[in-house]
């Protein structure tokens, strides 16, 4: 019996060793063998392996020793091979490595010049996640307890789950409400109880309208903003010709503005304290609230 070929060229952990070498050596200008030591938990003979695998297989002549840096820097013609070169990559980085530093408090990851400000997370159980996670999955209805700001007592409601948000702020589920009729976002740290699961559903992600609309937001600086300070922020944000455009799901759109410090319906008197405005505000209207 044949073994039939990954299409991928490589394995799942050379992928992510190498787009962490790409992604320091980038962001940080200085590769060293104690990163990836530190970061993955490889001796140093195999880390220097890793890097000129890296050099040899992946991208020659991205990077080159520096006996002054006393590790390696990307060269003149440095380009990304397996990753965007967006900070964002070297951020979610530095993001995951403080997390296993705050569980593992002798465990020393090599970023000690960086610090990632982390919102306290609203409580969830996993008892909770675990029916949740089942019954998108498998297309099931789930019992559940819940308590929200307009009802201040737990009431049982019957959903059916099928995508699991994560936002700036919190997680949420997106489900289908037997009791509304409708597809509504619960928040995760407001269920009560252990959620049960108690039979298949006919409402599927596929019927849930606002969740497969595709919406634009775009952003712009402030129009009360001086020219020069608008400049500003259009560079903050990498806007093509002073403007951002942000896709997004239609019933997501709140969340995303929520993300960008913005109130739809009210305006900060000082423009910037705001910074940025909807442009195209009636086109998202109808999916605010």
């Known amino acids: 019996m044949s073994k039939t070929k990954s299409p991928w060229p490589l394995r799942w952990d050379l992928l992510l060793r190498y787009r962490l070498i790409e992604i ?23 880390a220097s392996k890793d890097i000129n695998c890296y050099l040899r297989d992946v991208a020659p002549g991205n990077l080159v020793y520096d ?42 990851l090599e970023f000690t010049n960086t610090e990632v400000l982390h919102v306290p997370l609203r409580n969830i159980h996993p008892t909770v996640l675990r029916p949740l996670v089942q019954a998108a999955r498998e297309q099931k209805r789930v019992e559940i307890s819940y308590i929200s700001l307009t009802s201040p007592v737990a009431e049982t409601r019957v959903i059916a789950p099928h995508t699991l948000v994560c936002t700036s702020l919190r997680w949420h589920v997106r489900a289908y409400c037997e009791k509304n009729r409708g597809y509504r976002d619960f928040v995760l740290s407001r269920f009560r109880g252990q959620p049960e699961i108690i039979g298949d559903s006919p409402n599927a992600k596929a019927e849930d309208v606002l969740w497969n609309t595709e919406v634009i937001i775009r ?52 423009p910037e304290a705001q910074q940025l405005v909807i442009e195209n505000y009636r086109e998202i209207e109808p999916y605010l609230y």
């Not at 320091?24 to 195999?46: D, M, P």
């Not at 600086?221 to 403007?243: C, F, K, N, W």
């Open 24 to 46: 320091i050596a980038q962001w940080e200008g200085r590769l060293t063998t104690n990163h990836l030591c530190n970061s993955l938990g490889i001796g140093r003979q195999q």
């Open 67 to 108: 006996r002054h840096l006393k590790g390696y820097k990307p060269t003149p013609d440095f380009h990304p091979r397996l990753t965007t070169g967006n900070a964002d990559e070297y951020l979610h980085i530095l993001g995951r490595n403080k997390d296993i530093s705050h569980t593992f408090d002798a465990l020393d």
């Open 219 to 270: 952003l712009a600086p402030d129009t009360r903003l001086s020219p020069v300070q608008q400049e500003i922020i259009a560079h903050d944000y990498g806007m093509a010709d002073g403007t951002l455009d942000v896709p997004t799901r239609a019933s997501q759109v709140v969340y995303v503005l929520q993300a960008f410090d913005i109130d739809p319906y009210k305006q900060s008197v000082k």
